[in-house]
């Protein structure tokens, strides 16, 4: 695996150290159910949670954050669309698209919100990179493009100093029904995904090296756990053994 430099502010960490945080994979699963218990998991969390990170793959659904507007939702026949609380206009989630929850209390980082948007697109830059593919940002418009085409979106949501929300990362995807919507609210945005671009062929290659690179960003030490129980995700102390 390609070596990174530290991050700012970081320093060089030795390897097993940082702050526990607890990496679940949740599989595939309907929308509404993880993002209904990401919401109970933040609202349950205190000072003393162990802070999560979630990968899920989505059944087929748009999302419409809070500042989406539905003529942005073109033609979205047999997918469902859903409102969310997050930040963003509309996307689309669906099979072969990793879907990473950053379950984080960015007041105890002193974490700034911009700084926090930041560093998850600088994770996924970096995992493009295992596969020599070439990331870059663009002014005013969150997430991660290649050669103008997006590959990984961003939504997020802050409540009380704690993240939830997060990042969705094109792998091998059906990108058909992101011609249904104006992506992110951007009329002909164009979409792509890591197979596209020469990736690998399937999201399990791609999850070590992302969780590896939002773990360095985020200075954590990852401590993999089996999925959430969705009707009552409790958070767990960090006391914990």
Known sequence: MT?????????????????????????????EPVWRAMQRFTDARDGDTLDELWLVEHDPVFTL????????????????????????????????????YPLLDLRRMKLGVREYVHRIEQAVIDTLLEWNIVGTRREGAPGVYVA????????????????????????????EPFARI?????????????????????????????????????????EHAPPPDLADPRPTPSRAP
């Open 65 to 100: 954050g809070q500042a989406g507007r539905p003529e942005h939702v073109l033609a979205p026949g047999d997918i469902p669309v859903v409102h969310v609380d997050r930040g963003g206009q509309v996307t689309y989630h669906g099979p072969g698209q990793i879907v990473a």
């Open 182 to 222: 104006n992506p992110c609210g951007y009329a002909g945005l164009q979409v792509t995904s890591m197979l596209d671009l020469g990736g690998p062929s399937g999201p399990d290659a791609v999850k070590p090296v992302l969780l590896d690179e939002l773990a360095r960003q985020f200075g954590l030490a990852l």
């Open 148 to 175: 103008g085409a997006k590959v990984a979106a961003l939504g997020i949501r802050v409540r009380q100093g704690r993240s939830f929300h997060g990042l969705a990362f094109n792998i091998t995807m059906d990108l």
């Open 3 to 31: 070596a990174r430099p530290p991050v700012a502010g970081q320093g060089a960490a030795p390897a097993g150290a940082g702050t526990r945080c607890l990496a679940r994979d949740l599989g595939r699963q309907p929308y």
